[in-house]
Nanobody, 115 residues
């Protein structure tokens, strides 16, 4: 079992930045893939970015050029730096981890982009 603790959500104006952090309860080295998803009411949860390893990343089209996902083994965390935020980025953001063929979700953190 892996617990994921998220932090860093909040409210920001359009064009602003936020940094989300996710810390697993196990060594991050033992986690196969970590990533961030988001969900708005009435829509399916969608992937934002994922990092299978330190030198491999995936971004949704909506995140490319604005978001950066990073994996820090020393801090045992995965961060999502979100820049140039838009109102359409408003959602609950969930951390995801895959380890030994099992998937785990964080509790979610709200990100609101509004003027």
């Amino acid at each position: 079992q892996v617990q994921l603790v998220e932090s860093g959500g909040g409210s920001v104006q359009p064009g602003g930045s936020l940094r989300l952090s996710c810390a697993p309860s196990v060594s991050i080295v033992s986690v196969d893939v970590m990533g961030w998803y988001r969900q708005v009411p009435g829509k399916q949860r969608e992937v934002v970015a994922a990092i299978p390893s330190a030198d491999s990343t995936y971004y949704a089209e909506s995140a490319k050029g604005r978001f950066v996902i990073s994996r820090d083994n020393a801090k045992n965390s995965v961060d999502l730096q979100m820049n140039s935020l838009k109102p359409e980025d408003t959602a609950v953001y969930y951390c995801y981890a895959s380890r030994r063929s099992s998937g785990y979700w964080g509790q979610g953190t709200q990100v609101t982009v509004s003027s």
